[in-house]
């Protein structure tokens, strides 16, 4: 697992351990992979720390090889690390971008280098994408990070026509998670003058967890969407892309932003931002975010796409009239 000491790498590390799971944690932070490593005990599992850059190939590779050597055959690798810069692309710098693409696309791509080439002997094996609704679909603030899952996505897809060629019994899986409640608006190299915020509605990052693992489970299946906002975005996209460009113009940076001062903490763009302190899983915005999403499960049971989002909209209008009722 990369990216497995906070945020939703760390809440499917969790749900690994709950199933009695061996995890090998992949990440930079030390407190934040050794309290990862705790939670996993704690659920059920095990867990053990690796320590590596995921955009540097030499490092992922070399943590790959101790894991094969110290827990046994790697089954699934699953590549969830990332960074980021909230800014309008006229102010990021070069080093920063480039530096965004290293770690948010290339280290897709190293990890899943290292996972074939690990797997390909035994040619067995699932290699599970974390990806976004924003893989399709851009919005201000965010080239950097949409530039590189569009790419984690075009990645993917010429990877499993390759596979599919070749007979192969490795698969690759794409999970495109809607707006999470991580610790990223905290420690996300951040040049706005007010605290970023995940594009409402959000979601806990369990949500996004208890998919991905079930993605692994089944990974025959090239694409997973999660949450009513994901499929609303994706779908909206495929049939009026003029419309919505000129609606993100318009809401696209205030939907972004709160009225509070920006972090003031370590930005985990250049080093980690959990080195000295846990994050854990969770952001800032518990009390705005959904713990459930109904959506999820009807698309994991290949409910069509239009019944998927009808199905969570009426899930989010009896909430809404739950919530007015109490």
Not at 128 to 157: D, M, N
Not at 209 to 236: C, D, F, N, Q
Request: net charge positive.
């Amino acid at each position: 697992m990369t990216g497995a000491s906070g945020g939703v790498g760390r809440a499917v590390v969790r749900e690994l351990g709950a199933r009695g799971a061996k995890v090998a944690l992949i990440a930079r932070g030390t407190a934040g992979l050794g309290a990862a490593a705790v939670d996993v005990g704690v659920e059920g599992g095990s867990g053990q720390v690796y320590e590596a850059d995921v955009a540097d190939y030499d490092q992922l590779r070399q943590a790959a090889e101790r894991i094969e050597a110290e827990m046994g055959p790697i089954a699934v690798w699953i590549n969830t690390a990332f960074s980021s810069v909230f800014a309008k692309f006229a102010d990021i710098s070069v080093d920063e971008y480039q530096r965004t693409t290293e770690v948010t696309y290339l280290g897709y791509v190293w990890g899943t280098k290292v996972a074939l080439d690990l797997m390909g002997p035994r040619n067995a094996g699932a290699i599970v994408q974390t990806g976004s609704a924003l893989s399709q679909r851009g919005i201000p603030l965010q080239s950097a990070y949409c530039g590189a899952k569009h790419a984690i996505k075009g990645f993917t897809e010429s990877l499993r026509t390759e596979l599919l060629a070749d007979h192969s019994g490795i698969h690759v899986t794409l999970v495109q998670l809607p707006a999470v409640n991580t610790p990223q608006f905290d420690w996300v190299l951040s040049k706005l003058r007010r605290h970023p915020q995940p594009v409402p509605p959000i979601y806990q990052p369990e949500v996004a967890a208890r998919a991905i693992v079930y993605a692994a489970e089944h990974p025959e299946r090239k694409e997973y969407w999660v949450g009513t906002s994901t499929v609303a975005t994706l779908l909206a996209q495929r049939v009026a892309p003029a419309l919505v460009d000129r609606y993100l113009a318009r809401t696209g940076t205030s939907s972004q932003l709160t009225d509070e001062k920006p972090p003031s903490g370590v930005a985990n763009l250049w080093k980690p931002a959990d080195e000295s302190t846990d994050y854990g899983a969770h952001g800032s915005f518990d009390s705005r975010s959904h713990a459930r999403s109904p959506q999820v499960w009807l698309s994991q049971h290949r409910v069509p796409a239009f019944l998927t989002l009808a199905g969570g909209v009426a899930a989010a209008a009896v909430a809404a009239l739950r919530r007015r009722k109490r």
